[in-house]
């Protein structure tokens, strides 16, 4: 919520900027680590429900207020800091404002050259057990490996891809990690038992 988490590495030839919403906060150790290995300052700035961009065209549309402040804030350290690499990690939803998504991947993207766009991640029919503490008198929930992907919640994806394509087309590296989960008509939620 405040400033961004700075992870130094001694004599670190480049930096690496995490920014978006949940779902960047959702990869940041893997970026931590990454960077660590590439001797790589890593930074972490993400807030929940909170996509990057610069304005909204609606006023009740999400972002709030609050958001936005951050939004600015954090594009006034990217032009202090000029990061090397910038990870933009959010959900983009099926109602999402392209328009204002695309402006602020462009901003950004006169800062650094080098971008890469994370595209939305699985999500489990599930949510609303999976991971949700019940009171003791209720069994608990046991959540299945695996859900055919017609089971999956896909009614975003297809704003995500139209906007990954835009950003292969301008420039932008993409990279979709549905692969990693969805295979043969399945989605796996469990590796190695965990």
């Known amino acids: 919520i405040g400033p961004p988490c700075v992870y130094s590495q001694k004599n670190a030839s480049r930096k690496v900027l995490l920014i ?16 660590k290995n ?3 300052d890593s930074i972490i700035w993400t807030r929940s429900s909170c996509p990057v961009q610069f304005k909204r065209s609606n006023p009740g549309r999400v972002p709030n207020d609050n958001c ?14 000029k990061p090397d690499l910038i990870i ?5 939803k099926s109602d999402s404002g ?6 602020a991947l462009m901003k950004i993207k006169l800062q650094t050259q080098s971008i890469l766009l994370v595209e939305n991640t699985p999500v489990f029919p599930d949510g609303k057990n999976f991971m949700v503490p019940r009171p003791l008198l209720m069994t608990p929930y046991l959540p299945p490996k695996s859900f055919s992907y017609s089971r ?27 692969r990693l989960f969805c295979k043969n008509g399945q989605c796996i939620r469990f590796a190695n038992n965990q």
């Open 20 to 35: 978006g919403d949940s779902h960047a906060g959702h990869i940041s150790q893997a970026v931590v680590e990454v960077a």
């Open 38 to 40: 590439q001797n790589w």
């Open 68 to 81: 936005m402040r951050m939004n600015h804030k954090m594009y006034k350290w990217v032009l202090r800091n």
């Open 88 to 92: 933009v990690s959010q959900f983009i």
């Open 98 to 103: 392209q328009s204002e998504l695309r402006e």
């Open 152 to 178: 999956m919640v896909t009614v975003d994806n297809k704003e995500s891809d139209v906007l990954a394509a835009w950003a292969r087309d301008n420039g932008i590296y993409t990279i979709n990690f549905r």
